[in-house]
């Protein structure tokens, strides 16, 4: 495949992604601003995570990644009509098991809540659960469909889903803060909103689809057939995908359980005789650091995980694995390219980036100091985060979805290891660098086990790329921290605001001038797709 192709719909991905990022950001800060690091966000935070958790897993992850390569090869070897029936019949199936699963949790939750004697530090997280918990079935949907338009080579109006959440969940703030006083109703009606959000995510792509000639179909007999072997290829991959994602969810979960409550009542470790060992509010401090290294995961990795992913597919399928080489060495050179800046400016500029942005309302200093250790941490690991994603995505697309999930396993029990250590040294900011280390142990893992699967990548060619860009970050670096040195610390917003953007500024310029005169390529691709003219993919070293 020519690299102008893969780089032409990066980005389409990537704008749309980093117009989703945007107005996440936005609704995290009015999210902080609203609530304060305190105990309704913890608590809406935490609930959120479940529901992500289905569509990190189900959705986006373990579905698309079984589903995709099954639908690719049913559209290349037997037409249009029987990928159809696939698609319609892996949709009427996914949707009646969470359809089910979603009734059989609200029933458990409500039950709770109306006969039983609920704490008061737990009741506003499973209120908060059973009002999200319908959007587990809508994105997950959304997800299938976003993954058959990629298929398509269609990317532009599954980048656009979501973008629909943050701009409702946007309104759904505005809404909450003008209608409603209290803390705790305000958060249920963002949840709602959430919901809503949903629902619209779902339509979008679903629209999409019938309009070019894809609708689901309710006779679909050769389907059923491959809802099998997708439903069998869904459980290592959920494992493998499910064990990364339920890290994060045992860090907030660790995070709020174990923090104190500065309301002055008892905290939930306490209920269990444990003493808190947690600053109040570090649940919200780690998910704002997670959003942030999430912002160039997501404008950057996810994308070109999004991008690559049929492509290698359909490499694997046809049992061109020296293409498949290049392609993905072609996509660790633009992870070098991308990713180790990108760490290095949030590492860098962790302290600004968290003052302007949610530095206002009731997300105070002791707030703000917080998350800034939690950014700082995560942002050292941004290029891990990326080349992760890359590699467990060649995984699944030569059909290896069992090694991933060992070593997926692996680094879960490594990060809780982690967890219960580091944090009685470094409190809440011991659990972001468990994480990172944990995932750096699986991207050296899974990096090893895949040259055993798929020959050896171009290493020389990665180092050359890698080497080059090592330089310019440093010099990046360099410039950022003297002038950083050299403002000074106004606490005003407009003060904050240069003190962000002067050092990204220059920063920014002394990275592009050190590209251009190094000639690193793969930044220039992002930018002139049209200027690139690789030749066809040659082979590579090793063996097929």
Known sequence: MKSSGVISNLRIVSACTLLSRVLGLG?????????GGGPILDAFIVAFRLPNLARQLFGEGALTTAFLPVFVRDLERLGSDSARQTLSAVTWTVGSVLLSLVLIAEGVLWGL???????????PVLELLALLFPYMVFICLAALFSAALHSLRQFLWPGLVPVVLNVVWLVGTGLAWWLLEEDLPRARLIAVSVVGAGLLQLLLPMYVLRRQGWAIQRHCPEGWSRVREVFRAILPVVAGIGLTQIGAVIDSIIAWGLAANDSGDAAICQLFGVAPVLEPGTASALYLGQRLYQFPLGVFGVAL??????????????????????DLTRGLQLVAAIAVPASAGLLLLASPVTELLFRHGRFDAADARLATAMVATYGSGVWVYIGLQIINRAFYAVGDRRTPMKLGLLALIINLVLNLTLIWMLGGVGLALAGVLSAGTQLLLSLRRLEARVGTLQWSDVGRTAAKVLIVTAAM????????????????????????????LIGGTVFLAGCKLLRIREVGMLFRPEAVTDPEPTEVTGND
């Open 27 to 35: 609704r995290d800060m009015a999210l902080a601003a609203l609530f």
């Open 113 to 123: 809540l109306a006969l039983t004697d609920v704490s008061p530090e737990l009741r």
């Open 305 to 326: 995980g999004t991008v690559l992913f049929p492509v290698l597919t359909r490499h694997a399928e046809r049992g061109d694995l020296a293409s498949l080489r290049v």
């Open 477 to 504: 670096s360099v410039s950022m921290l003297i002038i950083t040195a050299w403002l000074t610390d106004d606490p005003s917003l407009i003060g904050r605001l240069i003190r962000l953007a002067v050092p990204l």
